[in-house]
């Protein structure tokens, strides 16, 4: 699990998994991402490639942003698979907000293989100036 701050550690895509219903090993891939900020917000982008909106769920749930959703790529028409690794494979990856984001304004957008989610700041944790006034 990772927490989207501003000193996000650079890690390498990994696979998690547990265990299934049978005791069988479950694996997930882990896509990987970049987290920027730019203002007030931050900004998540991940590489999902054959991802579409309808394969992809994001939910926040108690300050925990979970990306789900499986790679389906189609094999082309009059071909056989003699070896495939990115056909279909599930993808999970989760992120403990900090308290400083607005679950509730969260963003998605997904173009290309690519998605964007802007994690907007709650407006007491974003920069202001501060008026000064003659007396």
């Known amino acids: 699990m990772n927490e989207i701050t501003r000193q996000q550690s650079n890690r390498q895509p990994r696979v998690q ?8 090993r479950d694996r997930a891939l882990q896509p990987p991402v970049d987290i920027y900020e730019e203002g007030n917000a931050l900004h998540l982008v ?22 789900e959703g499986e790679i389906r790529l189609e094999m082309p028409e009059g071909m056989t698979a003699i070896y495939a690794e990115v056909r279909a494979q599930r993808f999970a990856r989760r992120f403990t907000l900090s308290h400083e984001i607005d679950g509730d304004a969260i963003e998605a957008r997904i173009d290309k293989g690519v998605l964007h989610l802007r994690l907007p700041k709650k407006p007491s944790h974003q920069r202001r100036r501060i008026e000064v006034r003659a007396a």
């Open 17 to 24: 998994g547990g265990e299934d219903s049978r005791g069988e």
């Open 46 to 67: 991940a590489d999902l490639p054959g991802v579409t909106p309808e394969s992809l769920s994001i939910e926040v749930d108690n300050n925990m942003l979970s990306l």
